[in-house]
């Protein structure tokens, strides 16, 4: 086969994986007489960093002149950057004026613009001085209506100032919060605000040598907010101590580099709103002394050019991002045998999360890689929460997909009986104390031994061999009993479902509490209801009826190959509306909250179960 044949694996003896830069997990399980199981990893976790901002000085003073953070410029202009060296001078200047603007432990600084430069050097200049840093989401201040969450995040943080890029976007944000002795930084100095550069120029005095001093494990260096997946976000701290522990664990399972000379590269999207971008991401690249590009692409339609756009130059040893952007990644490489040498020429493994990815796309994205390098690519995968950083980590070689690791050194992790299922529990140094003002949260979020709840649930991989690793088994509320008694698997049934219906189906919502049957609504994906809409000739219902019908016989062929009832969709509906932000049906991260979705279109769920079928169900 010549090296620009794609074939997919399946015939023949597949070739070997590249080796992962990583220890095998050795990892001591035990049971207890009720079916509850511990796992914890014999690997020692190591020294522990005594906080972020000690580390951006450990790196100024090691390489001082090697770039730490790149951006482009608009338009996919040329790279703009930062050293490590300046990214000290700078936050030190940043964190003299935010102390003589009051901020501290009880004035924390908010960031509502997304990830850049500026974004970072705020941060790490507010945490110098011990004021938590605290970037909320993008889309509560530029996607919703009512700004509901934004003023609710406010409320609770209560911070002394607030940074975004640029004004233009945030004004009517800005202008919905009560604002009243709340400094107001931007980076450009747009009219309203103060110039991050300028602030920048501040002398540091001894008063921020103290603060650095006084620092500690536990020193709150940010609050992230959980994605209001399930109400309104609650503000998570997160330590020094706990994002430094994220990162021992990581590092104790790794293994010296082939090459140590080698400069780790990063290019990265995930938001530095959540936990994978914004501490394991980015905290791990710090600790690296990488050289971290910001992608400003998105897995989305029209937006993961950029994404392409990159590749071609930044050759980075690993990539993450969630099996959607894979999904037009493979799709892209398959086209462009350039961009795919590009991609694998530095690359050592993927890295995937958020959801399942499918094994027909594993399949083609190992296609590409044995095409292009004559090997396999490993693909793993990170657990964990806002309240926990990363949990457990798939950091060995799996032939297939799916599973979501073991725990990480310094964590103990518990799978608890609960209903029909284990429900994940974790307790370790990397895991908060308690929501910042929620006592009432506080006592439900931690079991009798001082486990921290995720509400998830995981299975054995092999029944026999705990240690073989665990795999995602849905949340434990999601989960729902036809009038049959036969209990449906939510966060198993909805990605293979999604997978069966590739690529007509972005996501789907699951119901059937004590029906007959299980019924879905599902969301078109963009691309293919535009597709749709095109053969249509723009006429809209015209193209959701194509949908439908297409998707009907996709589904006709998933259900016969499924088991049982609660394996096979009986109705479903192609819904018009995308998922709403304001109302809770969707997450900024892309996670559909199944049971307001269904609260929020009850006329849709009704219709799917009424006799005869309502308008707009199809019938597989």
Not at 28 to 52: C, W
């Amino acid at each position: 086969m010549s090296q620009d044949q794609v074939a997919a694996p399946g015939s023949g003896t597949l070739p070997p994986f590249k080796p992962l830069p990583f220890r095998r997990p050795d990892m001591e399980v035990r049971k207890k007489k009720d079916g509850t199981l511990y796992f914890r990893s014999r690997t020692s976790l190591g020294s522990v960093a005594r906080s972020i901002p000690h580390l951006l000085d450990e790196r100024a003073s090691a390489h001082p002149d090697r770039p730490w953070l790149r951006q482009r410029e608009p338009g996919h202009g040329p790279w703009r950057e930062v050293t490590y060296g300046q990214a000290r001078s700078l936050t030190r200047g940043l964190a003299q004026a935010l102390l003589d603007r009051g901020l501290g432990r009880d004035r924390p600084l908010m960031i509502l613009s997304g990830n850049s430069i500026e974004h970072a050097l705020m941060s790490l200049g507010a945490q110098q001085v011990g004021a938590p840093a605290c970037p909320v989401s993008v889309a509560y201040s530029t996607m919703s209506s009512d700004f509901a969450k934004l003023k609710h995040c406010f409320s609770a943080l209560r911070p002394g100032a607030i940074f975004v890029q640029t004004m233009d976007p945030f004004r009517k944000a800005l202008e919905a919060l009560p604002l009243e002795g709340v400094t107001i930084i931007s980076a450009d100095g747009s009219p309203g605000s103060e110039a991050l550069y300028e602030l920048a120029k501040t002398e540091p005095t001894a008063k921020v040598d103290a603060a650095m001093y006084w620092l500690s494990s536990a020193s709150v260096g940010k609050y992230l907010f959980t994605s209001g997946s399930t109400g309104m976000p609650k503000p998570a701290p997160q330590t020094q101590g706990a994002m430094t522990a994220q990162i021992a664990c990581r590092q104790a399972i790794e293994l010296e580099p082939a090459d140590p000379d080698e400069i780790p590269v990063f290019l990265d999207w995930m938001p530095w709103s959540h936990i994978s971008g914004g501490n394991v991401n980015f905290h791990g690249a710090l600790a690296s002394g990488a050289i971290f590009h910001i992608d400003e692409g998105r897995p989305a339609p029209g937006l993961f050019q950029t994404t392409i756009k990159n590749l071609y130059e930044v050759h980075p040893q690993y990539f993450g991002s969630a099996p959607i952007a894979f999904a037009m990644l493979a799709e892209a490489m398959e086209a462009d045998p350039t961009l795919r040498k590009a991609y694998f020429s530095r690359l050592q493994y993927m890295a995937y999360g958020g959801a399942t990815l499918s094994d027909d796309l594993y399949d083609r994205l190992q296609a590409l890689a044995i095409a292009e390098t004559g090997q396999r690519v490993p693909l793993i995968t990170m657990y964990g929460a806002t309240e926990t950083q990363g949990v457990t980590m798939v950091h060995w070689e799996l032939e297939r997909v799916g599973m979501v690791g073991l725990p990480l050194p310094g964590l103990t992790l518990k799978l608890a009986p609960t209903g029909s299922k284990m429900e994940v529990r974790v307790k370790g140094p990397t895991v908060m104390t308690g929501y910042l003002n929620l006592p009432e949260k506080n006592a439900d979020a931690f079991d009798e031994e001082g486990f921290y709840r995720l509400g998830d649930a995981a299975r054995l991989a092999d029944p026999d061999r705990p240690e073989a690793g665990l795999v995602f088994d849905g949340r434990v509320t999601e989960d729902f009993k036809l009038s049959s008694g036969t209990w449906v698997s939510v966060g198993v049934l909805r990605p293979d479902l999604v997978a069966a219906c590739a690529p007509l189906v972005a996501d789907a919502v699951i119901c059937g509490q004590d029906k007959p049957f299980v019924g879905a609504m599902l969301w078109p994906a963009p691309a293919a209801f535009a597709a749709a809409l095109q053969a249509a000739g723009g006429d809209a219902g015209a193209a959701l009826r194509a949908m439908g019908e297409e998707i009907a016989g996709r589904l006709k062929g998933f259900n016969a190959t499924q088991g049982g009832t609660s394996r096979q969709v009986g109705r479903f509906v192609v819904l018009s509306s995308p998922p709403s932000l304001d109302a809770g049906e969707i997450t900024d991260k892309g996670y559909v909250n199944q049971r307001v979705a269904q609260d929020h279109r009850a006329k849709d769920v009704a219709a799917l179960f009424s006799e005869p079928p309502g308008a707009g169900v199809w019938v597989p």
